[in-house]
């Protein structure tokens, strides 16, 4: 019988140029960014954030990705356009762009 282990974040999104003090802890393995109310960082500062923009996602064997949900003004990842439904590597230090605004990921030092 496989244990299933539970998730444990270990990181958060800053912005660095958002409009309002903008800091999201990725709480669960599939976490979703955009506009709509129902997702799980709501970035509703910008009409040109998608309503559901990208999602970063947890793998116990690979760690975090991202991956662009087609959006309409991309994301970017440390400078390079995410090619929209290509899941991405994610690392502590990495910058996120959504539209024009940057975030960058964070390690939670426990």
């Given at each position: 019988?496989?244990?299933t282990k539970e998730?444990?974040?270990s990181i958060f999104l800053t912005g660095i140029n958002t409009p309002i003090c903008a800091t999201y802890l990725v709480t669960k393995p599939d976490f979703l960014l955009g506009q709509a109310y129902d997702c799980d960082a709501i970035l509703d500062f910008s009409k040109e954030i998608s309503?559901?923009?990208a999602q970063i996602t947890w793998n116990e064997k690979t760690g975090y990705s991202i991956?662009?949900?087609?959006s309409s003004n991309k994301t970017f990842v440390n400078g390079h356009?995410?090619?929209p439904k290509v899941s991405y590597p994610l690392k502590p230090g990495d910058k996120i762009v959504f539209s024009s605004y940057q975030f960058q990921v964070e390690q939670i030092n426990y």
């Open positions: 019988m496989s244990e998730f444990v974040p309503r559901f923009h991956i662009d949900l087609d356009v995410l090619v």
